[in-house]
């Protein structure tokens, strides 16, 4: 965390445009919601331009940040004083956040350009690229802020964005009812990162990242270094979807598929490993905070490899694989300098291959009428090879097959993980085995083996609005990992961000948790093989034991959140209901029955008979004489 | 002295009082209402007398006035009802209750 007071950091040039990155998509996500039906013609268009446009923002930002010299590498871009001093809504360019906002546009402008052949039949299609453009806005706020509170309102709003384009065929109750999962279970994790928020407030008097960062660690008591860990690690379990608060991301599958792509695979979903790398601050003060962080990620990595092995929903399957993956990457947060680069550098190849194999996946969904179960594919190699070589690239990287993208980076994160801890290391080994079994199975029931195709399925390759971004990312999936690992090159260019770890590691391409990743890998890829490559594949799924049946059921993750939090919540409303009704209710109804009881009757004494008022008058007054005399005598 | 004079108003008053509380006809009621207020004008022109300023019989005019315009209002209505309704009874008029 070095921050030079000598050097300027307010930045004019292209840096001093970068707000142009939120403001483009921002404005495109406007034009398309207030113009309604009359953009329908060139609404599409218009999202592309827009995501491009912010797209050349950063990449010429990010020219220019590298034509400094790495101390300089810190710019800030005032926008307005919110509360002086403490909460001031500004843009940092660093590093770190010009790498994810490479991402975000770049993946993000190919999903946009794949959607227009995606979603042309889709008569909604103007609203699918606003909510998009909206999505890429809210997502660079998040990574650009250089406050807490810039960044908590970019990630509400890509959370927003999220439940929109997870419900965008809210005609489909399972869409309508998983975004309102999605929604619901974020709020759990936006409740931890709030408070999170609001001890920083207290402990270090301000929201900017420099002014908490350029402080003292110490200045701060362990136990509330602590608490700010956890609490921003809860933020960041419910937003990427990590133990305990993973149940979303499964259902999220229900929103069209490049929305799986970019939001939950390449992007959104990994906000909260930014999360924690930002925040290094905290958790390299708090052995506790990095502890739970590390078990968080593997015990995540292994539940999503898990449920990835059972699912015969293609999308499903890499909804789980996206947990798996990013829980690698909340192993690598959790490891302090020394692993944020592999956990950055993870999180922007996987941005790139699990993009690559989800728009494989729509592609194949495209061609097949919108079916998802891996048992009714097969065969699909012949017939569509450009989606099925590029899936195969994106399936080889993840994988972790030497050279490519995934295999760079996820050994990095295992060599780090068991140089902190050998259980830990092994573990990530144990998961990377798993994720060579389940991807495999997921390519062997796809594109190779016995046609299993429902009768009027006729597959076709898909148009080239849809094929070229396959093309570009699979590129990204090959070459990316090299370029980023070897050499230290990210690390070094990650160092004004996030700083570097006493010694740079060495990549070893040949080492023991290396080598055993490989051949656990070959064993599952093996294993895959032989169960649903060269064996016949059933159409309706085998029951299976009970272990297909716990991760098909994804780990009782969903029951458990039944029997734990919904049950009791509903009889604790059903308490709160019938207090609600028989004592505050009742309070007041039965106030309102006696004094109308009462007064019906009391009614009864206006008689209407003049004679019997007088005679009550003629008592009255000879009461009040008797009281006066009374009185007078005393 | 001035006792017999307070019997008689308290006797008066008395008669006055029964008669409202006991007669239906309007205007006997009316009658018994005025027979009433002159005994009051009675006890009053009495105590004047008995205390020797004129305070009393002051009152005592005051209360014919009223009296007067009392029973130009209270005829013109007893009149009205008996005009709509054929009877001159207050047991009859007895609409406006609960």
């Not at chain 1, 509400?156 to 279970?185: C, R």
């Amino acid at each position: 965390m070095q921050s030079p007071a000598e050097i300027d950091l307010h930045s004019g040039g292209v840096i001093g445009l970068s707000w142009l990155m939120i403001a483009l998509p921002l404005l495109g996500a406007a034009v398309l919601m207030l113009g309604g039906r009359r953009t329908d013609r060139w609404g599409h268009l218009l999202g592309v331009l827009m995501s491009l446009g912010a797209f050349a923002v950063a990449a010429a930002s990010f020219v220019e940040l590298l034509g400094m010299s790495p101390a300089e590498r810190r710019r800030e871009v005032g926008l307005y004083e919110f509360i002086p001093g403490m909460a001031d809504l500004g843009l940092l360019i660093d590093p770190l956040s010009i790498s994810f906002a490479l991402l975000i546009t770049g993946v993000g402008s190919l999903i946009h350009i794949y959607s227009i052949g995606y979603m042309s039949h889709d008569h909604d299609r103007r609203r699918f690229f606003s909510y998009l453009n909206l999505f890429v806005a809210a997502m660079l706020l998040l990574v650009l802020s250089d406050n807490y509170l810039g960044l908590f309102v970019g990630w509400e709003g890509v959370g927003l964005a999220s439940y929109l384009l997870i419900g965008f065929w809210q005609f489909k109750p399972s869409a309508a009812t998983a975004a309102q999962k999605a929604f619901i279970v974020n709020r759990v994790g936006d409740f931890g990162l709030l408070i999170g928020i609001f001890t920083i407030w207290t402990t270090f008097g301000s929201l900017g990242f420099r002014e908490i960062f350029s402080q003292d660690p110490g200045t701060a008591s362990s136990g509330t270094m602590t608490a700010i860990g956890l609490l921003l690690l809860v933020g960041a379990c419910g937003k990427s979807a990590q133990l305990p608060l993973q149940s979303w991301l499964l259902d999220a599958m229900e929103g069209p598929t490049p929305v799986s792509a970019l939001i939950h695979a390449a992007t959104m979903v990994t906000a909260g490993v930014y999360l924690v790398v930002r925040s290094g601050f905290f958790f390299e003060a708090s052995a506790t905070a990095q502890l739970v962080v590390t078990i968080v990620g593997v015990a995540t990595l292994l539940a999503g490899a898990i449920i990835g092995c059972a699912k015969d929903d293609i999308k499903k399957g890499l909804a789980g694989s996206t947990m798996s993956q990013i829980g690698y990457m909340m192993l690598g947060a959790g490891l302090g300098p020394a692993g944020y680069a592999f956990a950055i550098g993870h999180l922007i190849t996987h941005g790139f291959f699990k993009a690559n194999m989800f728009l494989g996946a729509g592609s194949v969904m495209h061609a097949m009428n919108d079916e998802v179960d891996m048992r009714r594919y097969g065969g699909l190699f012949s017939v569509m090879k450009i989606t099925a070589v590029t899936f195969v690239i994106g399936y080889l990287a993840i994988i972790g097959f030497p050279l490519l993208s995934g295999y760079f980076t996820k050994d990095g994160i295992i060599e780090t993980a068991m140089h902190h801890n050998q259980i830990l290391g092994w573990l990530a080994v144990a998961g990377a085995g798993l994720t060579g079994f389940y991807m495999s199975r997921m390519v062997f029931m796809t594109f190779f083996g016995k046609k299993r195709w429902a009768d009027d399925a006729h597959p076709h390759e898909s148009p080239a609005v849809m094929t070229w971004p396959l093309i570009i990312l699979a590129i990204g999936s090959i070459g990316l990992g090299a370029f980023l690992v070897l050499g230290n090159r990210f690390m070094t260019f990650l160092a004004p961000a996030v700083g570097l770890p006493q010694e740079l590691p060495e990549f070893h391409f040949v080492s023991t948790p290396g080598l055993a990743t490989l051949a656990l890998v070959a064993v599952g890829a093996a294993f895959a093989w032989f169960r649903y490559g060269a064996a016949e594949v059933p159409v309706l799924a085998p029951r299976g034991s009970f272990l297909t049946a716990f991760a098909r059921r994804d780990l009782y993750g969903d029951a458990l959140n039944e029997a734990l939090l919904m049950r009791p919540g509903q009889w604790l409303t059903r308490i709160a209901v019938f207090f609600d009704n028989r004592g505050v209710d009742g309070l007041v109804n039965g106030l309102a029955a006696g004094i109308g009881g009462t007064s019906g009757r009391l009614r009864r004494v206006q008689t209407g008979y003049v004679r019997s008022y007088a005679l009550s008058i003629l008592f009255g007054a000879a009461a009040v004489v008797g009281a006066l005399l009374y009185v007078g005598n005393m | 002295m001035t006792t017999h004079y307070l019997v008689l108003s308290a006797l008066l008053f008395a008669i006055g009082g029964i008669g409202v509380l006991v007669r239906r006809n309007a205007i006997v009621v009316f009658m018994c209402v005025e027979l009433m207020l002159n005994a009051c004008n009675l006890a009053f022109v009495t105590f004047a007398r008995q205390h020797g300023n004129l305070d009393g019989q002051l009152i005592a005019f005051f209360v014919m006035v009223v009296a007067a315009a009392e029973v130009v209002i209270g005829l013109a209505i007893i009149v009205m009802i008996f005009r709509t309704r054929r009877s001159a009874s207050v047991d009859d008029a007895n609409l406006l209750k609960y």
